[in-house]
């Protein structure tokens, strides 16, 4: 039997059957992760599929194969179980009027929450349960009788075919407008109520309720409900009674296989004209026009590349195109063993006039056309280090942690430009260096030095190599986006004198004594951002990091104007800025809550203002990405060379190279069906194509990038089954690698196809 792309034999029935005997207090969750272990069902980040797992029990009971143990409820923190609580069900029978002024409440405390869980475990087919996304519960009121029921709005489903063409809107038109669609997952009346007319002035009660509550909440305007009914216990009156249409039946699929019933799907538009937003595509310059198709990646970027001698451009794009065709490879290996190409390249990058800032400026000034055709740009800056400890021959180095550990490398300051959808632009900015070991062990004086004499200068340095590059980009909004170490005064500073130049968006140091001006009192930023109004509850992802697993966070959300204080060192000014402060107040057991104060200089006057700045903040996250695709897939610190200024020249084709893979993937995810010509060459994706279909015809139109993309991930050892998600950097660097050979293979056997590089 197979359920959610997993093969559920008699034995693993028999075995789940052994614990619920043997066990009758085991929970469902732990039997999930039991069940988990025993089919190795792991995700792509190699965690168990615990909820997969849940779902695949719930059907195996209704099937009739096993008996689960009783779902067990937890309270809301601070609140009896629900079953305590002292309620009982009212009875009535009457008209409608006879009821008083019927309101929903919001579910906000609690003791509401218990009350709408008790009513949905005792009533509803489906219980209370978790649901989906972004979500807003109701209790059903009335002044004469008491509680009549409960409902509950949440987040729409992925992709629903008679939802989809009736709307009319494409792929892309629906992952940007779905957030503006809502399920009604939950509605209940309780069946001692018996009063006709009730349930269609309960959902024209919900509908206007939601328009206005729904946007409070998540900043979003919703356009059009939907809900599920299943016909096999409803009929589904009460929905066209309230004017809802009925669409027609859903596939009966759940997202992995066929194991759900179909259900009669309904929707209610909230405006007249709630159909052209939904349909329309926003803006999307995310992959720009080459400035000559005809020409390699490698010639874009450093084609322009300005060197003293004529011989060392060819051999600087030579050199790149095999970094790139073999991205994980040592240099020998990447010029397939060839001893003089080898000899040439290390010479090439111990050239004196070849340099890092030399290389790269041609790449720069590509990073600044695709900037150009952007209306906002987020720049990204971050510090890293480069470990070459296992290198004690190359000189030039300097410590990279403390005096006790004694690592020796670079370190690396960078600045990428990314679209606010997440796609790397390119490289804005490069600063490496290696640290004078005398400068261990001054942590103590920072204070005491000038931000000329410290690391900091680095966010200082980038921001105004950024404003520099601001008029070249005039229609462009440039927003420098950096962690808290970028929490520098001065920088805060160099924005105000630099009226033109880009904005800033800085995650404030806790541990630095920052103070606001209030009224005609100085009070401590934190303090002053905590007694703000809750605008508003905001989901945010949480990437997995450190062992820590990812998850959606729900965190309350403040925001002000502030004039912020200078140091005591300073007598300057306040100067004036927004804060955005954003805390979880009830985070998952075990785990750190996130608490969040940005400070920028984009205004912030609405909750949708401080929303969308957290988001670009969240973007900061792609960085780090950066950082492990050029260690992880580059595999810079495994570059042997003899010095400093030749690790530096190489580490410019590794960033073009990591920045090149890592656009490669987060293209694929975003605009799957894109040609893949924006990245293969006709020779690369004719000889991928045929590997992939085993023929030796390639077709006559490129795949989309999508496709390629999975194509070239198996190669590297991506399954590609259904529970896998999207591959990541690691499969597709090893992927790359061994495309370059299968082309190389494929350019024997069709000769008409243009030269290699």
Same mark, same amino acid.
């Given at each position: 039997m197979r359920l959610f792309g997993q093969t559920f034999t008699s034995g693993i029935i028999e075995r789940l059957r052994g614990v619920v005997a043997a066990e009758p207090d085991v929970s469902r969750s732990a039997l999930s992760r039991r069940l988990c272990d025993w089919l190795d069902w792991r995700g792509a980040h190699g965690r168990v599929q615990e909820v997969s797992g849940r779902k695949a029990l719930v059907e195996l009971e209704r099937r009739g194969l096993i008996e689960l143990p009783p779902v067990r409820g937890y309270p809301p923190r601070g609140c009896p179980a629900a079953a305590d609580l002292p309620w009982a069900a009212p009875s009535f029978s009457g008209p409608l009027a006879a009821l008083g002024r019927i309101e929903l409440v919001a579910v906000d405390d609690a003791t509401q929450s218990a009350l709408w869980q008790r009513l949905l475990a005792t009533y509803h087919p489906l219980g209370g349960g978790r649901l989906c996304g972004a979500q807003q519960r109701y209790l059903i009121h009335s002044p004469v009788v008491g509680w009549l029921g409960a409902l509950a709005f949440s987040a729409a489903a992925w992709q629903v075919a008679a939802r989809d063409q009736w709307i009319g809107w494409d792929a892309y038109a629906r992952r940007a407008n779905l957030p503006?669609?809502?399920?009604? *997952?939950?509605?209940?009346?309780?069946?001692?109520?018996?009063?006709?007319?009730?349930? *269609?002035?309960?959902?024209?009660?919900?509908?206007?309720?939601?328009?206005?509550?729904?946007?409070?909440?998540?900043?979003?305007?919703?356009?059009?409900?939907e809900t599920f009914v299943d016909e096999s216990r409803y009929a589904g009156t009460v929905y066209r009674a309230a004017n809802w249409q009925r669409l027609g039946d859903t596939a009966g699929r759940g997202r992995q296989d066929g194991t759900v019933g179909a259900k009669a799907l309904y929707v209610l538009p909230l405006a007249t004209d709630w159909q052209a937003p939904l349909c329309t595509r926003p803006p999307r310059r995310l992959v720009p026009v080459d400035p000559d198709p005809a020409a390699s990646w490698a010639e874009q970027e450093f084609g322009q590349v300005d060197l003293p001698d004529g011989r060392l451009r060819p051999r600087l794009l030579r050199l790149a195109q095999a970094v790139g065709d073999h991205p994980t490879a040592p240099l020998p290996l990447a010029l397939q063993g060839d001893a003089g190409q080898t000899k040439a390249a290390y010479r090439f990058f111990h050239h004196p006039q070849v340099d890092l800032p030399t290389l790269l400026q041609p790449h720069y000034a590509t990073t600044l056309g695709r900037i150009a055709a952007e209306p906002r740009v987020l720049v990204v800056q971050d510090t890293t280090s480069l470990n070459y400890d296992a290198h004690p021959a190359t000189t030039g180095l300097g410590p990279i942690n403390t005096r006790a550990d004694g690592a020796q490398g670079l370190k690396l300051h960078d600045t990428l430009a990314f679209t606010p959808q997440g796609i790397p632009l390119g490289l804005v900015d490069i600063q490496v260096w290696a640290r004078d070991p005398a400068t261990l062990g001054q942590a103590q004086r920072r204070q005491e030095r000038p931000i000329e004499e410290k690391e900091s200068l680095r966010w200082l340095t980038s921001y105004r190599r950024t404003a520099?590059?601001?008029?070249?980009?005039?229609?462009?909004?440039?927003?420098? /986006?950096?962690?808290?170490?970028?929490?520098?005064?001065?920088?805060?500073?160099?924005?105000?004198?630099?009226?033109?130049?880009?904005?800033?968006? /800085?995650?404030?140091?806790?541990?630095?004594?920052?103070?606001?001006?209030a009224g005609e009192e100085l009070t401590p930023l934190w303090d002053h951002l905590a007694t703000q109004p809750v605008a508003g509850t905001v989901s945010l992802a949480i990437p997995p990091r450190g062992g820590r697993p990812g998850r959606v966070a729900a965190l309350d959300l403040r925001y002000a104007a502030i004039d912020l204080q200078p140091p005591k060192r300073l007598r300057t000014p306040a100067l004036p800025l927004w804060a955005v402060y954003v805390v979880e107040p009830q985070p998952p057991a075990g785990q750190e809550a996130v608490e969040w104060l940005l400070l920028t200089t984009v205004p912030t006057h609405t909750r949708e203002d401080a929303g969308e700045r957290l988001q670009w903040y969240a973007l900061r996250w792609q960085i780090e990405v950066f950082h492990r695709t050029l260690k992880s897939g580059c595999r810079l610190e495994d570059r042997r060379l003899a010095d400093a200024h030749s690790l530096q020249a190489c580490l410019a084709l590794d960033l073009v190279v990591a920045w090149r893979v890592m656009t490669l993937v987060k293209l694929g995810r975003e605009v799957p069906e894109i040609p893949c010509t924006v990245f293969f060459a006709e020779a690369e994706w004719q000889a991928l194509a045929c590997y992939h279909h085993h023929t030796t015809t390639p077709p006559d139109t490129p795949p989309n990038l999508g496709e390629a993309l999975r194509w070239v991930a198996k190669l590297g050892g991506f399954l590609g089954r259904k529970g896998d998600g999207h591959p990541g950097p690691t499969v597709v660097w090893r992927g790359l690698d061994a495309l370059a050979f299968i082309t190389a293979t494929f350019r024997l056997f069709h000769p008409q196809l243009p030269a290699g590089p």
């Open positions: 503006r669609v809502v399920a009604n *997952s939950r509605f209940l009346l309780l069946p001692t109520i018996e009063v006709p007319n009730l349930g *269609s002035h309960v959902l024209a009660l919900a509908a206007a309720r939601v328009v206005a509550d729904w946007p409070a909440r998540y900043g979003v305007t919703p356009l059009l409900l520099a590059r601001q008029p070249h980009c005039p229609e462009t909004q440039l927003i420098c /986006i950096a962690d808290r170490e970028a929490d520098l005064y001065e920088l805060f500073q160099e924005a105000a004198q630099t009226p033109q130049g880009p904005d800033l968006l /800085i995650r404030a140091n806790a541990t630095t004594q920052r103070r606001v001006v």
